[in-house]
């Protein structure tokens, strides 16, 4: 069975410094990962999905990498800002019907 | 139109009361899907629609029925819930065949009390 792990659970920052969220995963076999944000109470926004073939994925400040082999996946926030703070979710598909298995999340505070 | 959307925002219930969640989207993804979070928790799956098709239950109650009527369309039918059933409950989308590389849309939830 799927197991995925996200280290650390909660982190706070000064406004600024880039932040490192790390996803880890026991089987290789997936189709791909995605990384949500989720503000309280609401539901997930989606901020980047990288392929099982891909090694990395950008948006802007964001960057997302992927290393299948190892199980391991790390989100990268570059600059961050009061609006980061967030939880951040990452999701391994790992079947054809498209089910989801999610990581606990990490909870970010980024102070002014 | 890239959102999914979801009606009622917030849902308060008895035990014995019928009432249905509704979520809809117009971008032509034809796996829908029902999860649960309960607080501090990340998503459970329930419920996996392909195709108008009912392809993935999740071990669910009967007290939850799903239904999807259309492409667009998937309703989440409640029925005599307990308390514990308290959760957010999301709706998303994926497309399946050729756009499979967009992976899912969520929408915003339904934050449903028991009482």
Redesign the interface.
Known sequence: KQEVTQIPAALSVPEGENLVLNCSFTDSAI??L?W?RQDP??????LL?I?SSQREQTSGRLNASLDKSSGRSTLYIAASQPGDSATY?C?V?ADS????Q????TQVVVTP | DTEVT?TPKHLVMGMTNKKSLKCEQHMGHR?M?WYKQKAK???E?MF?Y?YEKL??NESVPSRFSPECPNSSLLNLHLHALQPEDSA?Y?C?S?P?GEG??????????T?LTVV
């Open positions: 189709y791909n995605q949500f109470g609401k539901g997930l926004t989606s999905l392929q979710l999701a598909r019907w498209g089910k989801l999610f990581g606990a999340g | 979801q796996a899907y928790k990340p998503p799956l996996v392909s392809s993935i957010l999301l998303a994926r399946v499979q590389v967009m992976g899912y849309t969520f929408g915003s939830g934050r």
